[in-house]
């Protein structure tokens, strides 16, 4: 199953039209490579949950073909959590081990070495973690030998911390049998780490931690979008993606930058590290850097999600800047 409903509000206003599983990275919808990594590992029938702006996960999958999956969409009218997800889609799901991953990742981590763990050490769930080694703020993970013990808060890094001692951090993959059914609650909101995992925990029962490497990205704010594309893009040698019909003058000039589709950019202009969005058009001698650009009529009348980061309409343009 993979988890697609969330709002993505970090990540208006490219997420304005469309849910943050819906963004395009390189051309690629988000939950397109969330649906081939599935597909990687030999896994075809998928279940998707929907609720903010489903149409748009809805047409960047379509029916999971292009992706070498299998769809099929549950919609939830009203948001459930990650686990409220699980009990909404329990008629698909609580016939045999599955997996659930969270629609915003693009990993290579071997799925089928959590798989193997997961079988040996008998366990009702095993959640792939990685060492937090630049201590990012993501929830802290507690094991002991090899199972889960609990979820804590941030980590704070301290300059004597080893590599292979930074705190461990859940990736949003996992893997779970059927009977894990008889800890989430039937049709209420309710999240993973916070409602089912500890009462399983509490019962005795073995929640794997297996700790894997690989790359793993994490797109759910504005800066790691930017910064995880062109973390992509330089695996190709390349520091500026342009999508589909842009028109860049010849003097314009464009670097560390990610251009949507139909995005003018007029003579002497200058991008960098910018997102410009569907339609976006940099007028003559314009300047940014480190900024989110979108069209003006995109936002207009709409109200800034709560942790949104703010912005300036200017002119025909609504500007984001990052350093904030």
Do not use: C
Not at 84 to 106: M, P, Q, S, W, Y
Not at 149 to 157: D, E, N, Y
Not at 256 to 265: A, G, K, Q
């Amino acid at each position: 199953m993979i988890l697609a409903a969330g709002y993505g509000e970090r990540l208006w206003p490219l997420t304005a039209d469309r849910t943050k599983p819906a963004l395009p990275v390189l051309g690629k919808p988000l939950v397109g490579y969330v649906a081939e990594y599935l597909a990687r590992f030999g896994i075809r029938d998928v279940v998707v949950n929907l609720h903010h702006r489903p149409e748009s996960v809805q047409s960047s999958l379509g029916d999971g073909s292009a992706f070498r999956v299998n769809l099929k969409y549950v919609h939830e009218p009203k948001i459930l959590g990650t686990s409220g997800a699980l009990d909404n889609a329990r008629d698909l799901l609580d016939r045999e081990t599955f997996v659930v991953i969270n629609g915003k990742l693009i990993t290579d981590i071997d799925l089928n070495a959590a798989l193997k763990v997961h079988r040996e050490r008998n366990a009702l769930a095993t959640l792939v973690l990685l060492r937090n080694s630049k201590f990012e703020k993501f929830s802290m993970v507690e094991t002991n030998d090899g199972l889960v013990t609990g979820f804590h808060g941030m980590p704070t890094q301290s300059a004597v911390t080893p590599a292979d001692e930074a705190p461990l951090m859940f990736t949003g993959i996992q893997i779970l049998e059927p009977r894990i059914f008889d800890y989430i609650p039937r049709g209420v909101f309710s999240h993973s780490t916070v409602d089912v995992y500890p009462q399983a925990i509490a019962k005795g029962e073995r929640i794997v931690a297996h700790v894997a490497t690989g790359m793993w990205y994490e797109l759910s704010t504005l800066q790691r979008y930017l910064d995880i594309s062109l973390a992509l893009l330089k695996l190709e040698g390349r520091d500026v993606y342009i999508g589909r019909n842009a028109s860049i003058d010849p003097s314009a000039g464009v670097s560390e930058s990610v251009l949507w589709n139909d995005v003018t950019i007029e003579p002497n202009a200058k991008l960098e590290r910018t997102i410009a969005g569907d339609g976006v058009r940099i007028a003559e001698g314009e300047q940014f850097h480190n900024a989110v650009i979108v069209r003006a009529d995109l936002v207009a009348g709409k109200t800034r999600p709560a942790k949104a980061l703010k912005g300036t309409f200017a002119g025909e343009k609504f500007v984001v800047p990052l350093s904030q």
